[in-house]
Protein backbone atom coordinates (compact mmCIF):
# COMPACT_ATOMS: atom_id res chain seq x y z
CA UNK A 1 0.00 0.00 0.00
CA UNK A 2 1.60 3.26 -1.25
CA UNK A 3 0.46 6.42 0.60
CA UNK A 4 0.23 10.01 -0.07
CA UNK A 5 -0.71 13.67 1.60
CA UNK A 6 -3.29 15.87 -0.58
CA UNK A 7 -1.11 19.13 -0.30
CA UNK A 8 -1.82 22.60 -1.77
CA UNK A 9 1.49 25.02 -3.22
CA UNK A 10 -0.11 28.25 -2.35
CA UNK A 11 -1.76 27.79 1.11
CA UNK A 12 -1.30 30.97 3.21
CA UNK A 13 -3.18 29.77 6.39
CA UNK A 14 -0.82 28.80 9.23
CA UNK A 15 -0.24 25.27 9.34
CA UNK A 16 -2.54 23.68 6.83
CA UNK A 17 -1.76 22.65 3.72
CA UNK A 18 -2.22 18.86 4.07
CA UNK A 19 -5.57 18.27 3.31
CA UNK A 20 -6.16 14.71 3.27
CA UNK A 21 -4.91 11.20 2.43
CA UNK A 22 -4.47 8.79 -1.12
CA UNK A 23 -3.80 5.61 -0.24
CA UNK A 24 -3.07 3.22 -3.47
CA UNK A 25 -3.34 -0.82 -3.48
CA UNK A 26 -0.64 -2.25 -6.04
CA UNK A 27 -1.62 -5.68 -5.69
CA UNK A 28 -5.79 -4.65 -5.88
CA UNK A 29 -5.57 -2.07 -8.28
CA UNK A 30 -7.53 0.60 -5.63
CA UNK A 31 -7.20 3.74 -4.35
CA UNK A 32 -9.09 5.66 -1.49
CA UNK A 33 -9.15 9.20 -0.22
CA UNK A 34 -9.21 9.79 3.54
CA UNK A 35 -10.09 13.17 5.19
CA UNK A 36 -10.47 14.50 8.01
CA UNK A 37 -13.18 16.34 9.85
CA UNK A 38 -10.81 19.23 10.51
CA UNK A 39 -10.74 19.89 7.03
CA UNK A 40 -12.61 22.46 5.53
CA UNK A 41 -15.01 20.66 2.31
CA UNK A 42 -14.16 24.07 0.29
CA UNK A 43 -10.02 23.71 0.97
CA UNK A 44 -10.11 20.84 -0.99
CA UNK A 45 -9.80 19.86 -4.86
CA UNK A 46 -13.18 19.49 -6.58
CA UNK A 47 -14.12 15.87 -6.24
CA UNK A 48 -13.03 15.35 -2.67
CA UNK A 49 -14.75 18.72 -1.42
CA UNK A 50 -17.78 17.97 -3.07
CA UNK A 51 -17.81 14.62 -1.49
CA UNK A 52 -16.68 15.83 1.64
CA UNK A 53 -19.83 18.60 1.49
CA UNK A 54 -22.07 15.62 1.23
CA UNK A 55 -20.59 14.61 4.79
CA UNK A 56 -18.41 11.52 2.73
CA UNK A 57 -14.76 11.34 4.60
CA UNK A 58 -14.15 8.29 3.15
CA UNK A 59 -13.79 7.77 -0.80
CA UNK A 60 -14.04 4.37 -2.08
CA UNK A 61 -12.03 3.52 -5.17
CA UNK A 62 -14.76 4.70 -7.96
CA UNK A 63 -14.49 8.26 -7.34
CA UNK A 64 -10.72 8.13 -6.29
CA UNK A 65 -9.94 6.81 -9.13
CA UNK A 66 -12.06 10.10 -11.07
CA UNK A 67 -10.00 12.10 -9.10
CA UNK A 68 -6.75 10.41 -10.01
CA UNK A 69 -7.87 10.68 -13.93
CA UNK A 70 -8.82 14.26 -13.93
CA UNK A 71 -5.35 14.46 -12.51
CA UNK A 72 -3.29 12.78 -15.22
CA UNK A 73 -2.85 13.08 -19.00
CA UNK A 74 -5.65 10.51 -20.54
CA UNK A 75 -4.59 7.34 -22.34
CA UNK A 76 -5.99 9.19 -25.92
CA UNK A 77 -4.12 11.91 -25.82
CA UNK A 78 -2.58 12.62 -29.51
CA UNK A 79 1.49 12.16 -27.66
CA UNK A 80 0.58 9.73 -25.31
CA UNK A 81 3.58 7.28 -26.45
CA UNK A 82 5.70 9.96 -26.06
CA UNK A 83 4.91 10.99 -22.35
CA UNK A 84 4.62 6.85 -21.59
CA UNK A 85 8.44 6.68 -23.33
CA UNK A 86 9.61 10.20 -21.13
CA UNK A 87 7.99 7.71 -17.39
CA UNK A 88 9.52 4.52 -18.26
CA UNK A 89 5.92 2.78 -19.15
CA UNK A 90 5.44 0.13 -21.43
CA UNK A 91 1.46 0.22 -21.25
CA UNK A 92 -0.78 3.04 -20.22
CA UNK A 93 -1.22 3.18 -16.65
CA UNK A 94 -2.48 6.09 -14.25
CA UNK A 95 -0.75 5.57 -11.20
CA UNK A 96 3.05 5.84 -12.30
CA UNK A 97 1.73 8.99 -13.91
CA UNK A 98 0.32 9.89 -11.04
CA UNK A 99 3.40 9.62 -9.08
CA UNK A 100 5.67 10.72 -11.86
CA UNK A 101 3.75 14.26 -12.03
CA UNK A 102 3.22 14.58 -8.15
CA UNK A 103 -0.47 14.79 -8.75
CA UNK A 104 -0.18 18.39 -10.68
CA UNK A 105 -2.50 19.12 -13.13
CA UNK A 106 -3.88 22.82 -14.27
CA UNK A 107 -6.88 22.61 -12.88
CA UNK A 108 -5.61 24.16 -8.57
CA UNK A 109 -2.61 23.78 -7.13
CA UNK A 110 -2.95 20.87 -5.71
CA UNK A 111 -0.35 17.96 -5.64
CA UNK A 112 0.63 14.71 -3.94
CA UNK A 113 3.54 13.81 -1.51
CA UNK A 114 4.48 9.94 -0.64
CA UNK A 115 4.55 9.51 2.85
CA UNK A 116 4.99 5.63 3.32
CA UNK A 117 4.37 2.16 1.86
Keep these: MRRFLIKEDNDLSAGQGEYAVLSYDEETDEYH ?6 VNPDDLPAIPGILARKGIREIDDRWARRFVRERVVPPDRQNIGMIMREVGMTYYSEFPLLVYTSGRCAMDEFYIEEIGT
Excluded at 33 to 38: A, Q, V
Design 33 to 38: ISIPLS
